[in-house]
């Protein structure tokens, strides 16, 4: 995955192409970053970001969250190889707990996620290849076709298993080989679905779905800010 990057567009997106067999029905093993939780139970810590976490992140000076205002989070999910894992994640330290209660639910009713990390540098300038699929919150980054922030950039938003839930606008898909999920209709899991748990989860902590959204539809974004 991630090896083919894609022709650009005049936008500077990848161009769209057909989705490759091998993923219309995505159900790819989880590499571990952390190890499994004992006993294949849910656990979860809130912690201060470590200094070497914060270095691997997409944080820096100009960003407009500080890092005494990010939380470090550690979480269990279910993979798509159907064994649990232990996630990483940055959040605004407003939204931690609330989070580490959504994720608790989808391990509870055996959601898959495939990846669960925190996002790296390299990936906002990397050539696009339409494959990625990680689910994550703080990203500093502007929204994306535009010059202010993204919820993203202040760890209020979280996208989920974003390949099984593309962002679209126009022509625009993101990530770009995944228009085989645009088809809703047909359920496969990684989905997330209006009125589903997951839509759900969120909605009790308050965060909405941009799933409901006309235009853009952001199926993979979940956000404390209506952004």
């Known amino acids: 995955m991630g090896a083919h990057p894609l022709p650009?567009?005049?936008?500077?997106?990848?161009?769209?192409?057909?989705?490759?067999?091998?993923l219309v029905n995505r159900a790819l093993p989880t590499k571990d970053v952390l190890p499994p939780p004992p006993g294949d139970r849910y656990a979860s810590t809130i912690s201060a970001v470590p200094p070497d976490v914060l270095a691997r992140?997409?944080?820096q000076a100009a960003c407009p969250v500080k890092p005494v205002d990010l939380?470090?989070?550690?979480m269990s999910f279910w993979g798509f190889d159907g064994r649990a894992h232990t996630g990483?994640?940055?959040?605004?330290?407003?939204?931690?707990?609330?989070i580490t209660k959504v994720f608790g639910q989808l391990f509870a009713a055996r959601f898959p996620l495939e990846e669960m990390r925190v996002t790296a540098p390299a990936e906002l300038t990397a050539p696009p290849t339409g494959d990625g699929n990680s689910t994550s919150a703080f990203v500093c980054r502007p929204a994306r076709g535009q010059t202010t922030w993204s919820a993203h950039a202040y760890g209020l938003a979280v996208d989920v298993n974003p390949f099984c839930n593309p962002y679209t606008q126009g022509d625009l898909v993101l990530p770009e080989l995944a228009s085989a999920y645009l088809d809703?209709?047909?359920?496969r899991p990684g989905m997330v679905l209006a009125g589903d748990a997951t839509v759900r989860a969120f909605a009790a902590i308050g965060w909405t779905w941009g799933g409901a959204w006309t235009s853009p539809k952001d199926r993979m974004h979940f956000t404390a800010t209506g952004h």
């Open 184 to 187: 809703r209709a047909d359920r």
């Open 8 to 22: 650009l567009r005049a936008d500077g997106f990848g161009e769209i192409e057909p989705t490759p067999p091998e």
């Open 88 to 98: 990483e994640m940055l959040v605004n330290a407003k939204g931690a707990a609330g």
């Open 71 to 74: 939380r470090y989070l550690t």
């Open 57 to 59: 992140s997409t944080w």
